[in-house]
């Protein structure tokens, strides 16, 4: 009797320690990367011949490239998804990027970088409460997505598409836009208002955002500031962020003189195959004012 007490005591302590082993490992087991995901459901779905190659920092980053497919060639379009936004999904951007060939345009669609959401969090949350404390008593607000991880974002997106600048080969009298959505819409329109030295003719900004309300705030006036010709779309039932600044982007382009700059809502979601088509239809009429 006691050696069979003894003996499964002996099993129930090596399964209470093989199943603590296993939670330990499974614990550490980390999630594969959504840009990764996009990466392979890309290779997978569509040929190698699609995709051209550009140099960033001795980096080979793939391109999705589809040519015009009409009578003449209108110019070229670079579209930015947005964070970890696939080209796939069912979301437009597939639908649209076959349309614009359809229309006239060479695009290029430049995958998004990969995005650390948490980078820097607690920094900034100190920075951003002793920030408050000094200026008055009031509640401070910590974002879900720091400054820092924004910036990271933007600094690697803008170093894509200014190595796919450098490959492509305009015309004197080539038009080229960027079509951006999302948080990348927002960052990138940050970067073109500082007024670089490159040849943009036109920027169609789909939901754009910036998810970060200190840095949200400032993208009105940021909007305003590009050079660029500027169609600001978003849609009636879109994220926060856009909608709470939908009024503040109007102001800032009339005060800063933007007459250039012009605003569409697309009224549903953006899920809906109708509103694909509205911004297929926008975004053609806007482009052919240039």
Known sequence: MKHTIISHLIIFLCTIAAFKNQCLAIEHIAPVAKVEVIESDLSYWLPSDSFITIKDDDREIPVLFSEYMSGSKRGIIVMLPGIE??????????????????????????????FNANADLMQDAIANTAKSES??????????????ALNDYKTELVARFDALYKTLALREHEHIAIVAF?????????????????????????????????????????????????????YSYDNPAVLHTIKDRRRWAKRNSKYDYRQRELFGQNSQQNQHYRLRKELSGFLRQL
């Open 85 to 114: 936004q696939s080209p796939l999904q069912g979301n437009g951007l597939s639908y649209l990027r076959e349309a614009l060939n359809d229309d006239g345009y060479d695009t290029y669609v430049i995958p998004s970088p990969g």
């Open 135 to 148: 200026n008055a008593p009031r509640q401070t607000v910590i974002s879900a997505i720091s400054e820092s």
């Open 182 to 234: 999302g948080n990348s819409a927002g960052l990138f329109a940050e970067y073109l208002a500082t007024l670089p030295k490159i040849r943009v003719d036109a920027l169609v900004t789909v939901s754009a955002q910036l998810a970060n309300p200190n840095r949200n705030k400032h993208l009105a006036a940021s909007l305003s500031l590009v050079s660029p010709a500027l169609l600001d779309v978003f």
